[in-house]
């Protein structure tokens, strides 16, 4: 095929594009398919380093994932699509670090101790500033995001919190870290978060 030649992704079968993103055992896939594993599958500082978890998983595994995935997109559509204009699935939280955030200034420390959600956006978009609604079990809570990072697999959360140099909105089939006015016990993983009307 040379060096240029088209290459298949090896989940969905779309073409890769110049940039490829790979899995164990050099399995390429493309731009698409790594946006909607990237939230479970970051970077981890080794060091000096980093090492992408996403190049560890297994194809048959990758396939799993983003089928199971898709499944929950579309009933989550179904259930609260006419109630609202965006849906984020909540695939982890923790709190944002108090130690360690000096190099981002007065208004990145002033965030230490907040809660963050690393949400996977199902539909709609959502940007810094949106009013939201956080659904878990037997519990309903409105809040603001006070900021949003896209997770992109540059850099893990506390790199990209310091810079800044990021867009502060998220879209369909992508990741981003949500940093919330909540506190810890109001949000939890599997709660989802919608966008008011």
Known sequence: ????????CAICGGKTGIITFRLAEDEKI???CEKLLRGRFDLVRQGTAFRDTLNELELFNAKQIIDEMKALQQ?????FASSCSGIISVLETFSVPTVGLNEGGAEIRALGGRIVALGFCEYGSFKQGDRIKVLGKGREKETTIIKLIPCTGAY???EELI????KTECAENTNAWLILDLENCEISRQDKILKKL
């Not at 095929?1 to 298949?8: P, Q, T």
């Not at 009933?75 to 259930?79: A, W």
């Not at 810079?163 to 990021?166: D, L």
């Open 1 to 8: 095929m040379g060096l240029f030649g088209k290459k298949i």
């Open 30 to 32: 493309c731009t698409s």
């Open 75 to 79: 009933e989550d559509i179904t259930r």
């Open 156 to 158: 893990p959360f506390e």
């Open 163 to 166: 810079t800044g140099a990021h």
